[in-house]
């Protein structure tokens, strides 16, 4: 029988992007079979960060990072889709490859980045040579991001920061920062703040990682004084607002959360159609099993059309935030659904007694709350639809 994900690859992606697809889904298979002698649960991946960076490099070596970028750069000069069918695959064999720089910070550089800035970090970027993160949030500023205190100034030539971020993904390895600071403390956000691109190894920054619900970390990153030359500042100073706000629009397709959903859902079909232990009567297993196959091709729709969206140049933000929102509840309900199918044992976490797929649903459980959260949650996702998709006025 096909699996979920096979059924998937005979989407009508047409014959150079299939032919892309089974080259990186056999890149990762073959990759993510010495994974499990480099697992590091307090990493946000679940491995270590030299199989981290070697995977990267080989990916990067193979031409698999960049395919969505200028060909100028290194890139592959192909569409925004290629990208899209990396981040599910590498999703589905939960390789980790998901918060790459070409990700997180590559779109900033090449949209508001000098020539120089970009010879010197998309290169690098797409061979898989650095790891990098963004830093927006702040104890007091996550959906609200207004509020940030982080501040810089100039001094000479370069730039001073000051101030401390929290929950950065990544930040304990990585070897960028990208971080937005108020440059101009007497103007509203909007006109007075920029963004900066610093070497994680400047003196006067420091990480400390905080442990999630599933223990693996995030990080706090503080700038203490922090001295940064002039080539630190990423397109206009005191324009900053509105490129995060361009490269938080366009940012994802959310294909990656349905690598993840596809790769649960087939793991706890596969459990139920081998016989394995369940805790509810088999008729009740076959309904929800159904229900959430129903539900992932709807998530699927929702981020193949994010997907042509970005590809035709006219992505609509609120139709990402339709596909974040559904991909990333339906993590929740696979995880809920298959905890309740596999009894009181599927509450057991892995490695304790009797842990029915490896403890592997009790940890999803836990784990799915977490992308509901991160770049923006459900609730300001909803807002998004609200505003921008029904046009709803705010009071
Ligand atoms: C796994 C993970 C990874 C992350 N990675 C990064 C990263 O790499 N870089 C980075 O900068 N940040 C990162 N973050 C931080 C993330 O962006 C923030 O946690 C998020 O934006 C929410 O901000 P907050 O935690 O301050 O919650 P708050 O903004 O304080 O929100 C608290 C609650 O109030 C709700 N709420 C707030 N405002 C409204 C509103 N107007 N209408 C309705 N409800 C509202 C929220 O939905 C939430 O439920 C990450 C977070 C997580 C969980």
Known sequence: M???????????????????RAE?????????????????????TGFDESFERDLLRAAGERGLLGMHLPREHGGG????????????????????????????VAPQILAFGSPAQREAWLGPMIRGELLACIA????????????????????????????????????????????????DPDAP???GASILVLDMRSPGISVERRATMNGWTLGDVRLDEVRAGP??????????WAQMAAALRAERSGMFHVGWAVRNLEDLVAHVRAGGRIGVP?????????RLRCDLETALGFSLRVVAAQDAGNPEPHEASMAKLYATELLQRIAR????????????????????????????????????????TSEMQREAIAAAGLELPRR
């Open 24 to 44: 990186v889904s056999g890149f990762f298979r073959e990759q993510m079979a010495r994974a499990p002698r480099h697992l590091d649960p307090r990493d946000l």
């Open 337 to 376: 659904v298959a905890t309740s199918l596999l009894g009181p044992a599927g509450s057991v976490l892995p490695g304790g007694p009797g842990a029915p797929v490896d403890g592997r649903f009790a940890w999803e459980y836990l784990e799915r709350v977490h992308p509901t959260i991160g770049a923006g």
């Open 77 to 104: 000069g192909r569409p925004l889709s290629y990208k899209a069918v990396f981040d599910f695959e590498a999703a589905y064999w939960n390789a980790p490859a998901i918060d790459t720089p070409v990700t997180l």
């Open 2 to 20: 096909a699996s979920i994900q096979q059924d998937l690859l005979d989407l009508p992606l047409g014959d150079e992007l299939a032919a892309f």
């Open 282 to 290: 088999r008729a009740l297993a076959r309904e929800r099993l159904a």
């Open 189 to 191: 956000v909007r006109s």
């Open 136 to 183: 927006y949030s702040e104890a007091g500023a996550g959906s609200d991001l207004s509020a940030i205190e982080t501040r810089a100034h100039r001094e000479g030539e370069g730039f001073v920061i000051s101030g401390s971020k929290a929950h950065v993904t990544a930040a304990h390895k990585a070897d960028l920062i990208c971080l937005i600071a108020r440059t």
């Open 231 to 240: 080539d630190a500042l990423l397109g206009e100073w005191n324009g900053g």
